[in-house]
């Protein structure tokens, strides 16, 4: 919120407009009774938060995990809202949450949580209304079951109402890989910015799940130099640069980093102070903070993971001159890619992998050029002008609407 606030003020948002942007449209609670495999009935918190659907419909994940809390899905909920107009989708923000701890349960009775949350929240979703898509600790499987359980209801088929699908049921190919390809089209705008090749250019990649792994075996097959990665145990780097293939082969064999030859062993923090021109947080969040936001070499933060960056490191980063990616643009091909799986459900007409790719090309490309472009014209950081191109998107699209008249 200090950077939706900093990015308002920039704009000169009116009053009324901040307020109306600042709070989200509808909250939902929801109490699930759920029958767990001992017998017992067992009632479960979750939230449905709608931020706003100014410009389309709402979109944002659902997670299952213990410390969900109604502020944490509000904030999420608004973060998606910036997300989807800073690459233009024609989506508002939401976002979804179940208090439960997945790990601890049977695959049946994250069936039935799955189902009834849907179920109490029928009224709410729909492919014209909000979209749910996975988030912490849900899946394919998950969102499967949601279709199912919205389309029971519905009393028809609607692949719609929800993206992160399996592809044998309205999934969109290039969905996995979408967050990190993403991040390589803007990676590879930056380069083109700053004039850096790939052959010359050394990438430290922190996280090797989903968007880590993906986006340091794409940067690898464009040429790029990947020195590091890490995962939560920590990890290796070689200045010569890693083989990523053979890096992701021991990984899948080994479920660790630790142990590959001809690579020295590193921690996550000094991973993160490493001397390379361009740093990937993809892990987790409050990765670069004012303790260590000084000692980071990078020229260019492309951030793959939402928040790895606290607002005091902002500060710091802008002093020595690094050139931030934000999160709302850099990651946001994964959303690019729901809305094209929405948009193909529609149309029930799907598309090669080749075409999706190139059209995530052009949204991400385009987005960041406009950020760029914002951020010379009102001379502020990329940050900073990403949130106020978004905030001035659907900010326009209010006004149209006459919501705000
Ligand atoms: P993931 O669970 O597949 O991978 C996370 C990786 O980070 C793992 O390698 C894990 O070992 C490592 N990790 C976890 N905690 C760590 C820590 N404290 N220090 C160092 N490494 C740590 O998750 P993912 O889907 O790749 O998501 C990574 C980040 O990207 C998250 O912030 C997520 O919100 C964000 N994101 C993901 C997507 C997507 O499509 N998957 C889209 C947008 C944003």
Redesign the pocket.
């Known amino acids: 919120m200090s950077r939706f606030d900093v990015a308002a003020q920039k704009l000169n948002l009116d009053d009324g407009l901040y307020q109306f942007l600042r709070y989200p449209r509808r909250e939902v609670t929801v109490y699930i009774p759920v029958f767990m495999d001992t017998g017992r009935l067992q009632v479960f918190t979750g939230y449905r938060v709608q931020h706003n659907i100014s410009r389309g419909p709402s979109k944002g994940g659902i997670r299952f995990a213990p410390d969900v809390t109604l502020d944490e899905v509000k904030a999420l909920a608004a973060w998606m809202t910036w997300k989807c107009a800073v690459v233009n989708i024609p989506f508002g923000g939401a976002k979804g949450g179940v208090i439960c701890d997945p790990e601890h349960m049977s695959s049946g009775e994250l069936e039935r949580l799955t189902r009834r949350y849907t179920a109490e929240l029928y009224d709410f979703l729909g492919p014209e209304k909000d979209v749910p898509a996975p988030d912490i600790n849900t899946n394919e499987q998950i969102m499967a079951w949601v279709m199912d359980t919205y389309s029971m209801h519905a009393r028809q088929t609607v692949t719609g109402v929800i993206t992160g699908k399996p592809v044998e049921l309205g999934g969109s190919a290039g969905r996995r890989e979408?967050?990190g390809r993403g991040l390589v089209f803007v990676i590879c705008e930056a380069c083109g910015k700053f004039k850096l090749a790939p052959a010359d250019t050394q990438v430290v990649v922190?996280?090797?799940?989903?968007?880590?792994s993906t986006t340091a075996s794409l940067l690898h097959e464009e040429g790029f130099k990947v020195v590091a990665v890490?995962?939560?145990r920590g990890g290796i780097h070689n200045l010569e640069g890693l083989d990523i293939p053979r890096v992701s082969d021991y990984y899948r064999r080994n479920r660790t980093l630790d142990g590959f030859p001809g690579a020295d062993q590193v921690t996550?923090q000094e991973l993160l102070e490493l001397p390379c021109d361009i740093l990937v947080p993809?892990?987790?969040?409050n990765?670069i903070t004012s303790k260590n936001a000084n000692n980071l070499k990078a020229r260019i933060l492309a951030e793959?993971?939402?928040g790895p960056t606290t607002a005091k490191a902002d500060l710091i980063l802008e002093e020595k001159g690094i050139f931030v990616i934000p999160d709302i643009l850099a990651?946001a091909g994964?959303v690019t890619v729901s809305y094209f799986e929405w948009v193909q459900d529609r149309q029930g007409y799907f598309w090669k992998e080749s075409v999706v790719n190139e059209r995530l090309g052009d949204y991400m490309t385009s987005g960041f050029q406009e950020v760029v472009r914002y951020s010379e014209a009102h001379k502020v950081n990329m940050r900073t002008a990403a949130y106020m191109l978004a905030i001035d998107r659907v900010a326009r699209g209010t006004r149209l609407r006459g919501i705000y008249a």
Do not use: I, K, L, M
């Open positions: 979408a967050t922190q996280g090797f799940g989903n968007v880590g890490s995962d939560v996550n993809a892990a987790t969040e990765q793959g993971a939402n990651n994964g």
